[in-house]
């Protein structure tokens, strides 16, 4: 039984996920999320029209979406024929913090399908939580958007949650002397009276969080390299020193292919701000960074990995809940030691024993595979889901552990990833009588604190 058929996500079986319980819908999902986006850069004012085609997972009478802070002005639902030529009909809603609860015109049935269209204006602005400072971020001279994991919320009505997955179509205008970039592939670039007006298209499914869009005064820059298509977008002065940092990163692509199987996306995109950031962050497609995040060391070029591998695992497979976190981390954290080996530097051995120790004279305690919602991006969760996929190395022998990462890629490509689905993956490649040990060896680094022996 797969993964995609196993798994049970928020809507089909009416939780919601733990760790982010105020977000979400149980009784509807989304399939295409249609933004046009209207932003000043100079007061940091939007717009917005989000039109959501919607599917009934039950019966309901209402539909809750997630939008923080920002006004709503109108709202209508349309279920299609003639009223969906006219825009469909005003509906009643309550928006109160960051739920929006929208009341049908009248009761849908499961599989029902309609659309709702909610036009909204007001200042963005990032929301903060456990995990710091998430959603739209205004800069010095522009704007970003790093969603993950309850950021999209800020800058559009969605269903917040990591397994609602749908297509998107984001139109951004702005002044003509700034660039947008967003998730998708780029469509067209319109002109008109001083503004211009972008439309990016997402043709694969997609969660909220990993849409983006950034605005700067930033230049266009084609990278070779790869067979697959790259872009830098990037501000004037930063394009030489962000030119040499990318210059490995078609050669990471190919790399990657090999082990994890072809790039799931027509095309890459390295964006750089003008600003510092804590940590670069994915996105679908792409990748933000900050103008400290620069450089030609290991540790800038491991960041460089590190992101790019996310697209491989984050956004083609995509996780179900958040506490198989180490499922992203963990797995984009060992391609850092997979392009070190590649590129002629250490071998992952070696950044695995370095690794170890440096956990070893920390406290143990931290259950990787289920770390909490406050400490979901903790370092030990990247690291020690690092050290998993490295003792499973070991295990397996290189050339079948290969196999098992590039599988793993290539079979659940497009679907949702769950911690119990890879240990079921990987019974495929050892016998019956070593699943026992494989077990074994998943529950002593996932699912105990206390760290294990490197073998």
């Not at 917005?48 to 085609?53: M, P, V």
């Not at 990591?162 to 780029?186: K, M």
């Amino acid at each position: 039984m797969s993964t995609t058929t196993a798994h049970r996500f928020l809507g089909a079986d009416g939780a919601p996920d733990p760790y982010t319980p105020g977000v979400g819908c149980t009784a509807v999902t989304v399939e295409h999320y249609d933004l046009f986006l209207d932003y000043d850069v100079e007061d940091n004012g939007l717009e917005a029209r989000a039109a959501l085609s919607c599917r009934a997972l039950r019966a309901t009478d209402r539909v809750e979406l997630d939008l923080t802070e920002l006004a709503v002005t109108e709202v209508r639902v349309s279920t299609g024929g003639l009223g969906g030529l006219l825009g469909g009909r005003r509906a009643e809603a309550r928006h109160h913090g960051s739920r929006l609860v929208v009341a049908l015109p009248r009761p849908v049935a499961a599989g029902d399908r309609f659309t709702v269209t909610v036009s909204y204006e007001g200042w963005p602005e990032c929301t903060d939580g456990p995990w710091g400072e998430v959603g739209w971020t205004e800069l010095d001279d522009g704007a970003v958007v790093a969603g993950q994991p309850t950021g999209a919320s800020t800058w559009f009505p969605c269903v917040d949650h990591p397994s609602h997955r749908a297509t998107f179509r984001i139109t951004v205008r702005a002044d003509e002397d700034y660039t947008v970039h967003a998730s998708g592939e780029l469509e067209s670039v319109t002109e008109d009276d001083g503004e211009r007006t972008w439309v990016f298209v997402s043709p694969d499914p997609l969660p909220p969080y990993l849409a983006t869009v950034a605005v700067g005064p930033f230049q266009r820059v084609e990278l070779t390299g790869s067979r697959v298509p790259q872009l830098l977008v990037v501000p004037k002065k930063r394009r030489k020193k962000a030119e040499r940092t990318f210059a490995d990163q078609g050669r990471m692509l190919e790399v990657f292919a090999e082990w994890f199987g072809p790039y799931p996306f027509p095309s890459y995109t390295a964006v750089v701000v003008d600003t510092s950031l804590e940590d670069p962050f994915e996105c679908h497609s792409c990748s933000v960074f900050g103008k400290n995040q620069l450089g030609t060391d290991w540790e800038e070029q491991r960041l460089v990995a590190h992101e790019l591998a996310h697209q491989w695992f984050g956004n083609s497979l995509v996780l179900g809940s958040w506490r198989d976190i180490w499922l992203n981390e963990g797995f984009a954290s060992y391609a850092e030691w997979i392009w070190s080996e590649a590129s002629g530097g250490r071998p992952a051995g070696w950044h695995a024993e370095k690794a170890h120790r440096t956990l070893s004279r920390m406290r143990q305690d931290l259950v990787i595979g289920d770390p909490g919602h406050v400490r979901l991006f903790d370092d030990v969760v990247y690291v020690r889901g690092a050290l998993t996929l490295h003792a499973l190395r070991v295990e397996l022998g290189d050339a079948v552990f290969r196999e098992v990462l590039r599988s793993w890629a290539s079979v659940h490509r497009g679907a949702w990833v769950s911690t119990d689905g890879f240990r079921e993956h990987l019974r495929g490649f050892a016998p019956r009588e070593r699943w026992a040990g494989l077990d074994a060896l998943l529950d002593a680094w996932l699912l105990r604190p206390a760290l294990p022996e490197l073998p």
